[in-house]
């Protein structure tokens, strides 16, 4: 479905300036709808290189009521309607006929329209389809009515949607919710049972009509601040720690005067103890993730300590190869104990798997590691699997592919860089296409033994690598020398599927 903002520049001639007006009206303009008991469609002239039309305008907004069944099955945005009538008419009682593409579209329905005008322009209209709908007129639903040709008024005047601010936040009260209807005084004029229930939860009980709302409760003086600012307020108002009620005021003007206030009342006790038990969810998962990282910190320095013990140069290898794995999955759940979840920003742990590559070289020799691109985030399934094998990847580059010993010999069968001078360079290439991980990672160091398999490796780190890529994340992976001959490099390249 095509945005208002789409639409617009496509099909009208209207100014950004009435674009963002008519977007903040389409921010607030269920009000209208739940008070209508009706749905409405925001139309607007179609520019002059539009196919000739009877009355040719473009529907930009539509919106069903959340408090009575909907006329309109069709979603309408984007088509054109032929209206047969004086589209700026204001008022309860104005019909019309209306077609969509040539053909008079449901003609038992009703049109009243009224025209939005921002700078004294009318931009665009209003349509309020009744009719079709067989139910008996309640007396709330004729108060409603009431507070409706209030708002439709404003709305003919460019005073509403307000210029300063926006109506509708997310979470606000529904007319549904509660309802109370204020005078110029902020005197109760009337109010809903569910608004009656509110203020009850407020340990309001006096009969609120006729009583100035400040009067009833000091806490409810948002609504005679949205009167004298002359724009809506939103207000959280709690009587005890365990009770909250949602209380948001908007100003009905008439002729630039304040004539009273539509006050839409929620009770949301339950939401807030829901928050309240998800963000004590989310803080014992941070809580598990950090105690998770800091025994896994204790285990890499246990072994780390084991290793400057040992005589054996192979027992102390193997021991910081272990403290080294430990290490990578320490930083995943580092980076879940800051966020608790289902998904990981890979590209924190990626900076701190090259830091820890880049200080483990010994050498004199100047080793360079280039990212380009990134993964995104990750399922944090897939992430600590994927972290410690391309540690290891990353790793077996830094210390195996620019071992140094006399210039242009071979040992073992294997060619090393040819000058000390030359700089070694890993380079690891990162994409994320939504389906799946693919990850390239080479280096122009000494190569690949001949006939070297990753399938019939010996290597134990790269067995883990091997058995962590296809095994474990379902995916494949390749190393292969770049070229024959010193310097030929190295490249690996592994894809991972995201769906696991």
């Known amino acids: 479905?095509?945005?208002?903002?789409?639409?617009?520049?496509?099909?009208?001639?209207?100014?950004?300036?009435?674009?963002?007006?008519?977007?903040?009206?389409?921010?607030?303009?269920?009000?209208?709808?739940?008070?209508?008991?009706?749905?409405?469609?925001?139309?607007?002239?179609?520019?002059?290189?539009?196919?000739?039309?009877?009355?040719?305008?473009?529907?930009?907004?539509?919106?069903?009521?959340?408090n009575c069944p909907t006329r309109l099955t069709q979603d309408l945005v984007g088509r054109i309607l032929d209206l047969d009538g004086d589209a700026a008419a204001v008022g309860p009682g104005h019909s019309e006929r209306w077609c969509l593409n040539g053909e008079v579209f449901a003609p038992a329905l009703r049109i009243e329209s009224i025209p939005v005008r921002f700078n004294d322009a009318h931009v665009a209209t209003v349509l309020r389809v009744t009719g079709g709908l067989q139910h008996t007129v309640s007396v709330y639903e004729q108060l409603y009515a009431d507070v409706y040709n209030r708002l439709g008024r404003m709305v003919a005047e460019g005073a509403f949607p307000f210029a300063n601010a926006d109506v509708y936040v997310e979470g606000s009260p529904r007319v549904g919710d509660g309802v109370i209807v204020v005078d110029h005084e902020a005197r109760v004029e009337f109010a809903s049972p569910n608004a009656v229930n509110a203020l009850h939860r407020l340990g309001i009980f006096q009969p609120p009509d006729g009583r100035v709302l400040t009067e009833l409760a000091s806490t409810l003086d948002g609504v005679t601040e949205a009167m004298d600012l002359v724009e809506p307020v939103v207000d959280e108002v709690s009587q005890t720690a365990s009770v909250a009620v949602l209380v948001q005021a908007v100003p009905l003007v008439a002729s630039g005067v304040v004539t009273g206030a539509l006050v839409l009342i929620r009770d949301v006790t339950d939401v807030r103890r829901l928050d309240r038990l998800v963000l004590s969810k989310d803080t014992a998962i941070r809580e598990v993730h950090h105690r998770v990282k800091n025994n896994l910190q204790t285990i890499s320095s246990l072994l780390s300590l084991q290793a400057r013990r040992v005589d054996s140069d192979e027992s102390r290898s193997a021991l910081l190869e272990a403290e080294r794995r430990v290490r990578s999955i320490a930083l995943v759940h580092e980076v879940l104990s800051r966020e608790p979840s289902d998904q990981?920003?890979?590209?924190?742990?990626?900076?701190?798997?090259?830091?820890?590559?880049?200080?483990?070289?010994?050498?004199?020799?100047?080793?360079?590691?280039?990212?380009?691109?990134?993964?995104?985030?990750?399922?944090?399934?897939?992430?600590?699997?994927?972290?410690?094998?391309?540690?290891?990847?990353?790793?077996?580059?830094?210390?195996?592919?620019?071992?140094?010993?006399?210039?242009?010999?071979?040992?073992?069968?294997?060619?090393?860089?040819?000058?000390?001078?030359?700089?070694?360079?890993?380079?690891?290439?990162?994409?994320?296409?939504?389906?799946?991980?693919?990850?390239?990672?080479t280096d122009n160091g000494r190569g690949l033994p001949q006939g070297f398999s990753i399938e019939t490796t010996t290597s134990l780190g790269l067995s883990i690598v091997r058995n962590l890529i296809v095994g474990q994340l379902g995916g494949q992976i390749e190393m292969r020398s770049v070229a024959e001959g010193p310097g030929g490099g190295t490249v690996t390249t592994f894809t991972v599927p995201l769906e696991q």
């Open 1 to 66: 479905m095509a945005t208002l903002t789409e639409l617009a520049t496509l099909r009208t001639d209207l100014e950004p300036e009435v674009i963002d007006h008519l977007q903040r009206f389409l921010g607030s303009w269920s009000l209208l709808a739940d008070l209508a008991f009706s749905d409405l469609l925001l139309t607007v002239p179609v520019a002059a290189t539009t196919p000739e039309h009877a009355s040719p305008s473009v529907v930009v907004g539509q919106i069903r009521p959340n």
């Open 344 to 441: 990981v920003p890979f590209d924190d742990i990626l900076t701190s798997l090259v830091a820890m590559a880049k200080d483990s070289v010994i050498t004199d020799q100047r080793i360079e590691i280039t990212v380009n691109g990134d993964l995104g985030e990750v399922d944090a399934e897939i992430a600590t699997p994927l972290a410690v094998a391309m540690a290891e990847l990353i790793q077996n580059a830094v210390e195996h592919a620019f071992a140094l010993t006399t210039s242009g010999a071979e040992v073992e069968g294997q060619w090393v860089i040819r000058h000390e001078d030359l700089a070694g360079e890993v380079i690891l290439d990162l994409e994320h296409d939504g389906g799946e991980l693919r990850v390239t990672i």
